[in-house]
């Protein structure tokens, strides 16, 4: 399968400790991106990286998050001092030259306890 | 925070009948996609769109680009079980000092079909 993959599926975590997420983009896929999806609600966008460059963050990513493509290929995304307002589904997307169609992987469930 | 308005924001039809959804903005964008989410899933790309006025099908989908490019709609033709689940649109905007390939995205459509 070439498809977006992401790991874990399912994380569970106290509050106050880091986690972080993992996300492999389709082969070739220059850009990568990042969304948070709560409960009854669309995905929104968190960040976004062109090879490794990190070109945009949005204001949802607070000091607590950090996110990382240090060779221009799989991306990690930590969060610091989890919050139980952190829970959601965090999905990566990528898509490849000047096309915007992403392609999702199947996300990261996480819940803070 | 997200700027599309998606409705309706959920629907009960019986199978084969048809169905139409719409996603509206107060916004121009330049690309609308049309997703499928199943729980627990990430989003599954339906259609894209690209040019104001364009209409794309996909099998039974169909889905249209406004012509003043604020809105998009998407028809289901003769629903089926496995239709059920949630539809987003999703959006770029044009470039205005920020990212154009990020996508907004509307709060979805529940859609459940009845056998």
């Known amino acids: 399968d070439t498809g977006v993959s992401q790991d874990p599926r399912h994380k569970i975590t106290k509050r106050g400790q880091n986690v972080t997420f993992r996300c492999d983009p389709i082969s070739e896929h220059n850009r990568l991106y990042w969304y948070r999806q709560t409960l009854g609600q669309g995905p929104e966008f968190l960040t976004y990286?062109?090879?490794?460059?990190?070109?945009?963050k949005s204001r949802l990513l607070s000091d607590r998050f950090s996110a990382e493509r240090p060779k221009g290929s799989f991306s990690t995304l930590e969060i610091q001092r989890t919050e139980q307002g952190d829970s959601a589904m965090y999905l990566c997307?990528?898509?490849?030259?000047?096309?915007?169609?992403?392609?999702f992987g199947a996300g990261t469930r996480l819940s803070v306890l | 925070g997200q700027q599309l308005n998606q409705s309706p924001q959920s629907m009960f039809i019986q199978e084969g009948e048809d169905v139409s959804m719409n996603c509206t903005s107060s916004s121009i964008f330049n690309t609308w996609l049309w997703y499928k989410q199943d729980p627990g899933e990430g989003p599954v790309l339906l259609i894209a769109l690209y040019k104001a006025g364009e209409l794309t099908s996909n099998g039974r989908l169909t889905a249209q680009f406004g012509i003043t490019r604020k809105d998009s709609f998407l028809n289901i033709s003769a629903s089926i079980p496995s239709d059920v689940g949630i539809y987003f649109c999703a959006g770029t905007r044009p470039y205005s000092g920020g990212s154009n390939y990020k996508l907004t995205f509307g709060k979805g459509t529940l859609l459940t079909v009845n056998p």
């Open positions: 997307a990528s898509s490849a030259g000047w096309l915007k169609i992403q392609y």
């Open positions: 990286f062109q090879n490794e460059a990190q070109l945009e």
